[in-house]
């Protein structure tokens, strides 16, 4: 009733007063309801089985009749039956059971009332035409109108409703939709806020760490390597040419460890004072690495020892409580001597940490050295006592004590345990007859300052000093930069001029294990590298520690040198000796297990670089070379066949097989795993083989030559797989297969051929365009494409029709191809410029890319996810550029010496391998981090996450803690 009929804008479209919501408490309830009906114009009597029970529903309809009479007096049946009987002016109360019981009174009502009956409706929603329509015939003579007029102007309001209601929806949606869309552009706008802070803090860190490495600000390695990775993590647009060139900048550095704080001996303190000072900072007084390498022991506060190749501390109980100043390992790496602040000596089982036996005692004063004899039965000690003691660890006795003039700083034994070198206070070097207890000859006395280090070579052909001086430069007296010596061990006489370059103190050197080089640190914090022949230093000096240097130590570990460093900046640090130069380094060729060198003529190499066929010069002898491994495994012959001279050499795809085209036509596949012979194939070809391919399974073997055709055999049972493939009139060269081995093409002098291989045919004729003879062909990464190489030219054809795609692009020089793994794009050198292609159309992608400066660029190659290009030239250096904007990533790498004419990288992109010929034919393998290895390689030289406070100081305290590690 409510809404029939309700124009917009009010409520209701009748005032309906309801007894059982409108009434309020009252104690005369029926004074309140009479009151009510008396003002109303129309009573509606809803009938029910629960309103015949009611006596307030009888009482109220007895009122209305008594007082209005039965006209506007309307019923509603929701429920049960209501009969009319016309005799009695009645409801017959036998037939209605929703009657009330003033309603079946005789002559209660002159005529039959008006009702409408609802009870089929049920739940009687008002928007059912039906009910609807019942409710109409209601509100119609209260309204005052004609059903139709009523219905009619209900149905326009509706209408009218319901388009404002739309309008109202489609507003709202549109305030939604705005506002959506308005939250958007903020979140945009605050998060694309957040990327130009995060841009300007990523460039901040990269430009601090490039001037820390640089030397234009306080050095800071791990501030620079923790740096460079945040800013490539925080970055939207990260720029791995950072990474890369703090990579290359500190590519000696193998490990940082953190052994302490920075330590400064205190001016005018006093003992106590000390005491506190190196309590707090626990500096690094000794230092030295174990015979193997893998670990380095320290002393100071407290005897510790390290795992030298993770960094992490090696956890054994060793109870130095009357600390360990100096230390010594022995030779078999089982026993560890340290020096105490009583003067003692002690030694430890380096297996276990437990003390071994009581303290040696007879110094009166700091012990600053002790070293072990070769053999390990002695042990030397020097001490600002001004004495040396020879311990025999047997009887654990001392000899007569050996003397210098003042305190003794450093000793050394000779490699076979008969003499001694010390350096002293009193700016002496002396050799000592350790058998005689006498001293060697005169004191050598070249030094113009205190001798603080000395070292006997393992050749036992030299002893090197290291003393007080300054570096070389203007007005710097000749006398003061003599602040190391190498002496001739036998006659006790300086060789060559002194090694210059230090400024300050000398407080340790070190020969490397095969005597060629020597290692030198001191108070001005650097590292230098001397070669022992020339004297001259070995690359730049070795920088990173900032504070006094105060012990080296040279080992090797897996064929490289390993050089170990203590200063009193809290670190202890160990580089590799092969990295002064940046990432890159040469591959050390293995030994046979004659001890032989595997150094002749390459013969192949893997895909993935891994892996690499060499044989003596003669080729009597063929090995296949792990390049990770190290490992030398060598070829087997066929027994049943004279040793033939081989012609070709090509490894599968996998790098699992290997095979030989030999000059009898025979082709050999070899276990590259073993070595051993897989198959020997008698092809039957009469004229020379000239190419070689496996299918991408290593299943197939495809060969061809002279014979002008190609013929393919199954690998495990050595048949021959179908016809012979024909159609070319020269000499087939360049052989390939498509990924799925469906087909193969190859070269023939300017030409290319595509052959179907299950049907034996070619596809279409020669493919003709190239002016000079064809250098590569490769299959696109779908195999639909087919790109080609000569040195004029590069073409793309259609393998499935032999249609010529693209027009090819065209030049006198293309000297290098390369194509991306995924097939999207070529690149070809031409000169000294790199060009990208599209390899679906042939179509040039964006400008040559320059940077190579000699000669040409000789080599190119994409990583495995297609993202850098690699390329390298005669200028020995090795180039990564961005594939998808042709912008250089970082600075040149250096290389080898020679010309860099094969590249190989890594499937995961972790490693590049190359291959470079001199002009002498001297050859070899340089290997350098791979584009996805860069960032691990940072992290790996590093032994703790950064902190929270450094995070927040180093990077922003705006943006979310995150250690890059």
Sequence with gaps: MHRIGRRMGHLHALRVFRDATDLTASPDLWGKVADAMDRARYFLVVLSPHAVASGWVNKEVAHWLQRRGPDQLLFVVVGGQLEWDEESGRFDPDRSDVALPVLTEPGALPTEPFYVDVSEDAPWDPRAPMFREKVTDLAAPIHGKPKYELASEDLREQRRFRRLRRAAVVGLVLLTVLAVVAATIALVQRQEAINQRNQAIALRLESEAESMLAGARTRDDVRAINGTLAAQQISSTPHPGAALRTLDAMASTEKIIRTGYPYSIPTAANVDDLKRAVETARPVFSMVLSPDGRRIATGGVELRLWDADSGEQVDLPFRSDRGAFALAYSPDGHRIASSNADNSLQLWDADTGMSIGDPLTGHTNLVNRIVFSPDGHRLASASADKSIRVWDLEPRLSGAPLHHDGAVLDVAFSPDGHRLVSGSDDKT???????????????????????????????????????????????????????????????????????????????????????????????????????????????????????????????????????????????????????????????????????????????????????????????????????????????QRPSAERPSTLVIADFSRDGSRIAFAREDRSIVVIDADSGGVLRVIATGFEGALSSLAFSADARLIAAGGEDKSVQIWDVTSGREVGVPLTGPTGSVSHLVFGPDGRRLAAGEGTSVWIWDVELARPIGGPLQGHEWDITSVMFGADGHRVISHSGDSVAVWDADTARQVARPAASPSFDRFAISPNGKYFVVAEGLDLRRFDALTGEPIGSPMRGHTSVMVSSVAVTGDGRFIVSGGADHELRFWDATTGEQVGEPLKGPDGWIIEIRVAPDGRTVRAVWLDLNNSSGIYIWPGPASWEDELCSKLTEDISREQWSKWVSDKIEYDPPC
């Design 429 to 635: 070097v002396r050799v000592w007859d350790v058998d005689q207890g006498e001293l060697a000859g005169e004191p050598m006395r070249q030094h113009g300052n205190r001798v603080w280090s000395v070292a006997f070579s393992r050749d036992g052909r030299h002893i090197v000093s290291g003393s007080e001086g300054v570096a070389p430069g203007a007005g710097a007296p000749s006398g003061l930069t003599a602040s190391i010596i190498l002496w001739d061990a036998e006659n006790r006489m300086p060789v060559g001029e002194p090694l210059a370059g230090h400024d300050g103190v000398v407080t340790s050197v070190a020969f490397s294990p095969d005597s060629h080089r020597i290692i030198s640190g001191g108070s001005d914090g650097g590292l230098r590298l001397w070669e022992v022949e020339t004297g001259r230093q070995i690359g730049p000096t070795l920088l990173g520690h900032t504070g006094y240097v105060r012990s080296v130590d040279y080992g090797t570990v897996d064929g490289h040198g390993r050089i170990a460093s203590a200063s009193f900046d809290g670190t202890v640090r160990v580089w590799r000796d092969d990295r002064q130069g940046g990432v890159g380094h040469s591959w050390t060729e293995p030994t046979t297990p004659s001890g032989a060198p595997v150094d002749g003529p390459m013969l192949a190499m893997a895909p993935d670089g891994r892996r690499m066929v060499r044989a003596d010069a003669s080729l009597d002898a063929m090995w296949v070379l792990d390049l990770d491994e190290g490992s030398a495994v060598p070829v």
